[in-house]
C-alpha cells in the first residue's frame, strides 16, 4: 500500500477542504403543539443570531471532515471500518469521531511507535491496532503494542469481550480507575494500573474529567511522560480541550494546536520531569509590557 502522491504524514497535521412550582402550571395550561413549536422555532432562531461564524460553521465542516477521514481511513486500512461498524452494534459507547482517528493513524505510520497508549477503550482501539498491523505487516522489525485504558469495569468487561481475536497479540486492555494527578497549578485526571512502557503516542479520550469543582482536564499524557523514556511523546485527543489548554500552557501553543472546527486536537511534547525541584524558581511566569502573564515553568 502507497500513500498518495504529495500526501504528508507529519506532526502538523493538517487537513483541506478541496424552576417554576406546581401552582404555577396549574394556573397556565401547557401550550399545544403549534405554541410549542413556535417557541421552539424562537429559541433556535435566537441562538443562530447569538452563534459566532466560528459555533455556526463548525458543526457543518466538522460533518464533512468526518466523512472524508472515514474515507480516507477506508482506504488506508481495508476492512477496518465495516469491523468498528460491527464492533458499535456490541457496544452503546459513542466512539471517537472519524476526523481524530485519521490524525492518529498519519502520526503513527509516521512516527513508528512501539508502544501506544490508548486513554479510553472502545471502537478506536480496532483503528490502532489495524494502523500497527499494516506497519508489522510493512516492517518486518517493528513490534507495536497498545495500552488500552479503560476507568469503568463495565466498559472494560465490554471491550475486553468485543476485542476482535486477531488483535489481542497486538492490545492490552487495562482496568484503571481514575485518580486524581495535578501537575502545577492545574487538577486533573489519570487512569490508575497504567503499565511502564516507553509510551512514544498517546489517544487521549478519557478518563472522565468533571468533578465536584467543575471542569479538571485528562492528564493520561503527562503520566505516561513519567512513565516513558522517549524524548517525545506524539499525540492526538477527540475533543477534550481542557486538557490542550492545559498542554499549551505548560508547553507553548506550538506543543499543541487545537482546531475548534474539527473538535480535536494533535500534539508532540518533549520529555520533562514535571516534578523535577530544580524547575521551583521564582522565574514561573513572564509578564508583557500589556500586563499579560504567560506561564514558562516547562519552556526553558
Request: with cysteine; charged share 20%; proline share 6%.
Amino acid at each position: 500500500m502507497s500513500f498518495p502522491s504529495g500526501q504528508s504524514v507529519s506532526v502538523e497535521v493538517q487537513f483541506s477542504l478541496h424552576g417554576a412550582s406546581p401552582g404555577a402550571f396549574a394556573e397556565h395550561p401547557p401550550p399545544d403543539a403549534t405554541d410549542r413549536q413556535s417557541a421552539s422555532d424562537t429559541d433556535q432562531a435566537q441562538q443562530a443570531l447569538n452563534a459566532s461564524p466560528i459555533d455556526t460553521m463548525r458543526k457543518p465542516i466538522q460533518r464533512i471532515m468526518n466523512q472524508w477521514s472515514k474515507l480516507a481511513i477506508r482506504r488506508h486500512l481495508p476492512g477496518v471500518v465495516e469491523e468498528v461498524a460491527e464492533y458499535a452494534k456490541k457496544s452503546n459507547t459513542t466512539g471517537t469521531q472519524w476526523i481524530t482517528l485519521w490524525m492518529a493513524v498519519r502520526i503513527i505510520l509516521k512516527q513508528k511507535p512501539q508502544w501506544i497508549l490508548e486513554s479510553g477503550t472502545g471502537s478506536s482501539t480496532l483503528v490502532l491496532a489495524a494502523a500497527v498491523a499494516w506497519l508489522r505487516d510493512k516492517n518486518p522489525g517493528y513490534e507495536g503494542r497498545i495500552v488500552s485504558m479503560e476507568s469503568v469495569p463495565e466498559w472494560h468487561q465490554i471491550a475486553t469481550r468485543n476485542l476482535p481475536e486477531k488483535y489481542k497479540n497486538t492490545v492490552e486492555i487495562v482496568l484503571g480507575p481514575r485518580e486524581k494527578y495535578e501537575v502545577a497549578m492545574f487538577r486533573g485526571y489519570i487512569h490508575s494500573n497504567i503499565p511502564q512502557h516507553d509510551y512514544t503516542f498517546v489517544l487521549l479520550d478519557g478518563p472522565a474529567f468533571q468533578d465536584d469543582h467543575g471542569v479538571a482536564f485528562c492528564a493520561d499524557v503527562f503520566k505516561a511522560m513519567e512513565l516513558s523514556s522517549a524524548p517525545v511523546v506524539y499525540g492526538v485527543s477527540d475533543g477534550r480541550a481542557s486538557s490542550v489548554m492545559v498542554i499549551q500552557q505548560l508547553f507553548g501553543v506550538k506543543a499543541a494546536r487545537y482546531w475548534h472546527g474539527l473538535y480535536a486536537a494533535h500534539f508532540a511534547l518533549p520529555k520533562t520531569d514535571l516534578k523535577d525541584s530544580k524547575l521551583n524558581t521564582p522565574k514561573d511566569f513572564k509578564a508583557s509590557l500589556s500586563g499579560r502573564l504567560e506561564f514558562i515553568k516547562f519552556r526553558r
